[in-house]
């Protein structure tokens, strides 16, 4: 398989309320150098994270020991600027598995879903509840239920729809990327290919 499978994830989650963050402040275009989806975490946010000298910012979130977990939640129009693919590798290298926001820039959206993180859209309403949940609290839970498409603030039990493209449903459902997929119809293709003969 591709990457692990997704199907329900129940985890803390890390808050990242800015609206309009591109690909080149997910992961600057100085990283981009490598041609394996490894390593690129490390670089995850690099400008806001580090300091000129690599020593960490203290303010920024992601250095902050209050927050963790497997979802990024994030502010308006997620992903936006330039389609480089490296955004989502370095996402997936962090550890998210999951990115709710209310708005995400569509190459960033198919990107993230051809290598297992799942990009949740929700309403402007509702990610104000999850971020002010967290706020409360910053070990609340969220749980992103792919099977039946809901997103549900655990402590309150609030919870709200979300839609995707039912072939890449499919595919993070079984952990396949494009070419898995058709690895797995290989007897059918099979199948039919004898019918062409």
């Not at 080149?24 to 995850?44: S, Y």
């Not at 209310?102 to 959206?109: E, N, R």
Request: aromatic share 12%.
């Amino acid at each position: 398989m591709a990457y692990d499978s997704f199907n329900i994830l129940t985890s803390s989650c890390v808050p990242l309320p800015l609206e309009n963050v591109d690909t080149d402040q997910i992961i600057p275009a100085r990283f981009l150098k490598a041609t394996k989806r490894e390593g690129f975490g490390d670089n995850l946010f690099r400008d806001w994270r580090y300091n000129g000298d690599d020593t960490p910012k203290a303010d920024f979130v992601l250095n902050n020991p209050t927050y963790s977990g497997k979802i990024l939640v994030a502010g308006r129009n997620f992903g936006s600027g330039s389609s480089r693919e490296h955004a989502a590798w370095a996402i997936y290298d962090y550890g998210f598995r999951c990115v709710i926001s209310s708005f995400f820039a569509d190459i960033f959206k198919g990107n993230s879903l051809n290598i297992g993180i799942l990009p949740v859209t929700v309403s402007p309403e509702f990610l104000d509840k999850i971020f002010r949940s967290i706020e409360s609290d910053p070990k609340t839970e969220v749980i992103v239920d792919l099977p039946n498409q809901k997103v549900t603030i655990a402590a309150t039990g609030e919870a709200e729809s979300f839609d995707i493209n039912g072939y890449k449903k499919h595919n993070m459902t079984n952990g396949f990327d494009d070419i898995d997929y058709l690895q797995s119809m290989k007897a059918e293709i099979a199948e039919f290919e004898k019918t062409r003969i």
